[in-house]
């Protein structure tokens, strides 16, 4: 019988050491770090509820040693290995695949990543898949199994989510999971600068509430009271029926968090229903607002919109659902002061949970193309910087070091045990005695 070996990068990376040696000791960074860095990889899973019945499938997942895993998967002599990385882990990725082909086996890689540097990938691999895996997965396992790979495979239309496989959750077997992934949502209509997901996989879309419900069946039958984090780029940025999709996930019977932008602090038929839903706490990027010191001293139009955006989370958090709040430094209005005002504002703020992290430049944004066109990308920091707390690029307003400072000092003051007390006390009060803290 054929078989395919799919191979997920996990883990949670940090390049600088001292931005590691903080993050480690701080109690709600490190807590996140460790869910995100256990988050299963939906895109492969995805892939092995497409894969036939008459192929075997093993499941793999490799957070740094790169050799033992190799050694591993050879010895289970796959007809192809599937790797799926994100930027900061495709270095692991490559040596990875690299060692597979010299043991003489087929490698094939996608993703985010290797969708948007193909010429790179493919040095290391027998075929990359560009953009969605859905729709050529079939001629990816027929190729590989008469040893006719192609190099490359793009699908001639986006993946209908209506028709979505059920994601293989079984293979996780014997790997206990704080989390849960669920797709709702493909991509987003919004297009930030520096963002790597909106539209790099094909346009946005919208998974129907029925095909939601089955796959929440197959995550409830593993787990039947799963934490389930959705892998959506913005779930209510749609134009369809939030209380449907709501009902679902109620239905179900789950807890769940996600990713969304304060528009849904304006919106009633969300902020209705979210709590009763399951909905535990949402992520919202406040980021836009958080690039210069205009948005927390200055007066205006910039003050005007916070103030907006403030109040729209504060009605999220009275309707029973914690809000992180997602703010990113290091853009070009910043500047040393601009960074500590920020933290002297969160450490005042009424958000449930705070998420800081530095400017980075996916491969593929517009934010990077714009400062690798203005000589600012950093010559020796490869892609291992773009891990969200890895400085690669030159600043405007400081130097890297500057940064990096400002960067490490802010986190250190909004991560402080302390805050994490003061914020852990603002989500119980939301959460009534209605939830135990989410892992
Ligand atoms: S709103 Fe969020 S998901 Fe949408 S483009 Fe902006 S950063 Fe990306």
């Given amino acids: 019988m054929p078989r395919v070996a799919f191979v997920a990068m996990s883990g949670f990376r940090i390049r600088e050491a001292e931005m590691l040696a903080l993050g480690m000791t701080l109690p709600g960074l490190a807590a996140r770090a460790g869910a995100i860095g256990s988050l299963p990889s939906l895109g492969l899973l995805t892939l092995a509820g497409l894969t036939p019945p008459d192929w075997d499938a093993t499941w793999h997942e490799c957070n740094g040693d790169v050799r033992a895993m190799a050694q591993r998967i050879s010895s289970e002599r796959p007809t192809l290995v599937a790797i799926s990385a994100l930027t900061a882990s495709v270095l692991d990725a490559y040596a990875l695949a690299d060692m597979l082909r010299e043991e003489g086996l087929q490698v094939v890689m996608g993703g985010l990543h290797v969708s948007t540097c193909e010429a790179e990938a493919i040095a290391h691999c027998d075929a990359v898949v560009l953009g969605e895996g859905e729709n050529v997965w079939h001629q990816v396992l027929h190729d590989a199994q008469s040893g006719r790979l192609q190099p490359t495979y793009r699908a001639a239309a986006p993946a209908n989510l209506a028709h979505a496989p059920i994601p293989r959750w079984e293979l996780l077997s014997g790997r206990e999971r704080p989390r849960y992934t669920l797709q709702t949502a493909r991509g987003c209509p919004l297009a930030c600068e520096f963002c790597g997901a909106s539209r790099l996989l094909g346009p946005f879309r919208e998974k129907p509430a029925a ?87 200055g007066l205006g139009a910039k003050r005007a919109e916070l103030t907006r955006v403030m109040d729209a989370l504060q009605r999220v958090q009275d309707a029973g659902v914690a809000v992180i709040g997602c703010f990113v430094v290091g853009g070009d209005q910043d500047d040393e002061s601009s960074i500590h005002a920020l933290g002297e504002w969160l450490i005042q703020s009424p958000l449930a949970d705070v998420q800081i992290t ?82």
């Fill in 211 to 297: 095909q939601v419900a089955a796959e929440l069946a197959a995550i409830t039958a593993q787990q039947p009271r799963a934490c389930i984090e959705l892998a959506d780029d913005n779930t209510f940025a749609g134009k369809r029926d939030a209380k449907e999709l709501l009902n679902v996930m109620r239905a179900s019977g789950v807890r769940w968090f996600t990713e969304c932008d304060w528009r849904i602090g304006e919106r009633p038929d969300v902020l209705e229903r979210l709590a009763e839903s399951g909905c535990v706490q949402v992520l919202v990027g406040v980021e836009t607002l958080a690039l210069g010191a205009d948005a927390y001293g």
């Fill in 358 to 439: 530095v400017q980075t430049l996916f491969p593929g944004t517009g934010l990077r193309a714009k400062l690798e066109r203005a000589g600012r990308l950093l010559p020796d920091r490869s892609w291992e910087s773009c891990t969200l707390f890895d400085v690669g690029y030159q600043p405007s307003r400081m130097t890297v070091e500057q940064l990096e400072r400002a960067f490490r000092n802010v986190v250190a003051m909004v991560h402080a045990p302390s805050e994490h007390a003061r914020r852990l006390e603002i989500r119980q009060r939301i959460w009534g005695r209605r939830y135990a803290e989410p892992r």
